[in-house]
């Protein structure tokens, strides 16, 4: 049990905190707004996106899927159209799902309360606590790598990130240090401070509004936090893809929402035996995903015959395709990359 000294220290460094933010935060366009729908769209959006790239898609996003219904009743390969870029097509896939959910679920409004935004499809504990403090004033910190990173120097705290207690962990010393108020506030200042001062690499302890009472800069140990002690394996995979074309059009098909590239669309993975006569040049590329590295070989297969081609496409499911109308469709990027190139 915290005495009421250790309460106050750690509430004396939470206030430092929000003083900082209220000089030094960053001037985003979606923290001119409490719109919870906002909100979310913008913390999916940078959960896997750095601001700087992301903001002209969440405000092209926003434009277009102004609110939850608009969200709601839209096709769903326009919002992957519109996620296009972004990459982990997964979270558009979510956000279509999730603001169905609000409309059958919530009666179109959005949830105020934090275990109602979890039960949200995509949502995590993270982005629940994000809105419902920022919207709602929940007093429930937002632990993400940030906070991991900013209270494990502060506190030269080695409890092991990858631990799965390190959530509820870093989550309870969180808590000790926010202010009554403005936890939505408390939020962004440690999102900002983690960001923009307390770098994974080379942080900037110097102006660091916590230097003094951070012990790990206090005992020149500031690159021994956070501790983790597991590292995710990386593994190699191999695609085989055949661009088979007949003149201008090209056969193409929507992958399904198991493995990798949910819903995006993609060329045909196996040819008949009659078709290998055709293939001509081969592409090798290299992509690396998150926890993968591939390598795509794809094979151009250009075909003579046009009732071949229609007769492969139509027995195995393909759409028809082309040079012209294929930027309205989402392919993976080493996909996309390939067509353009040959454009």
């Known amino acids: 049990m915290k005495t009421k000294k250790q309460t106050a220290d750690f509430l004396h460094i939470g206030a430092k905190l929000l003083?900082?933010?209220?000089?030094?935060?960053?001037?985003?366009?979606?923290?001119?707004?409490?719109?919870?729908?906002?909100?979310?769209?913008c913390e999916i959006i940078f959960q896997q996106t750095r601001i700087e790239q992301g903001l002209n898609h969440y405000e092209n996003f926003i434009q277009r899927f102004p609110d939850?219904?608009?969200?709601?009743?839209?096709?769903?390969?326009?919002v992957l159209l519109y996620w296009k870029g972004l990459g982990y097509y997964s979270r558009a896939l979510n956000l279509h799902h999730a603001s169905q959910q609000i409309v059958?679920?919530?009666?179109?409004?959005?949830?105020?309360?934090?275990?109602?935004?979890?039960?949200?499809?995509?949502?995590?504990?993270?982005?629940?606590?994000a809105i419902s403090s920022i919207c709602f004033n929940e007093k429930i910190p937002a632990v993400d790598g940030n906070f991991y990173r900013v209270l494990s120097r502060v506190f030269a705290d080695d409890f092991d990130i990858s631990d799965s207690k390190a959530?509820?962990?870093?989550?309870?010393?969180?808590?000790?240090?926010?202010?009554?108020?403005?936890?939505?506030?408390?939020?962004?200042?440690?999102?900002?401070?983690?960001?923009?001062?307390?770098?994974?690499?080379?942080?900037?302890?110097?102006?660091?509004?916590?230097?003094?009472?951070?012990?790990?800069?206090?005992s020149g140990k500031v690159q021994d936090f956070p501790q983790k002690s597991k590292k995710v394996?990386?593994?190699?995979?191999?695609?085989?893809y055949f661009f088979v074309e007949f003149g201008k059009s090209f056969l193409i098909r929507q992958r399904k929402?198991?493995?990798?590239?949910?819903?995006?669309?993609?060329?045909?993975?196996?040819?008949?035996?009659?078709?290998?006569?055709?293939?001509?040049?081969?592409?090798?590329?290299?992509?690396?995903?998150?926890?993968?590295?591939?390598?795509?070989?794809?094979?151009?297969?250009?075909?003579?015959?046009?009732?071949?081609?229609?007769?492969?496409?139509?027995?195995?499911?393909?759409?028809?395709?082309?040079?012209?109308?294929?930027?309205?469709?989402?392919?993976?990027?080493?996909?996309?990359?390939y067509l353009n190139s040959l454009i």
């Open 257 to 337: 929402d198991d493995f990798i590239w949910k819903r995006l669309y993609e060329f045909p993975t196996e040819i008949p035996k009659s078709f290998e006569k055709y293939i001509g040049a081969q592409k090798t590329i290299s992509h690396k995903l998150t926890h993968k590295n591939l390598t795509i070989h794809i094979y151009k297969v250009k075909l003579n015959s046009k009732r071949e081609f229609q007769k492969f496409g139509e027995e195995n499911g393909f759409l028809v395709s082309d040079f012209e109308d294929f930027h309205y469709k989402s392919f993976p990027k080493p996909l996309e990359n």
């Open 233 to 240: 394996k990386i593994t190699d995979l191999e695609l085989e």
């Open 19 to 41: 003083a900082w933010y209220k000089i030094h935060g960053r001037d985003l366009p979606f923290r001119k707004t409490k719109d919870p729908y906002k909100i979310w769209i």
């Open 104 to 129: 059958n679920d919530f009666n179109g409004k959005f949830p105020k309360k934090y275990e109602d935004i979890l039960k949200l499809k995509g949502v995590g504990k993270y982005t629940a606590a």
């Open 167 to 218: 959530f509820s962990y870093f989550s309870d010393l969180a808590l000790m240090m926010m202010p009554e108020k403005n936890p939505g506030h408390y939020n962004e200042a440690m999102m900002d401070l983690g960001s923009e001062i307390c770098k994974p690499k080379n942080p900037k302890c110097e102006t660091c509004p916590l230097n003094f009472d951070c012990l790990a800069f206090n």
């Open 68 to 78: 939850v219904q608009t969200l709601a009743n839209a096709d769903n390969d326009e």
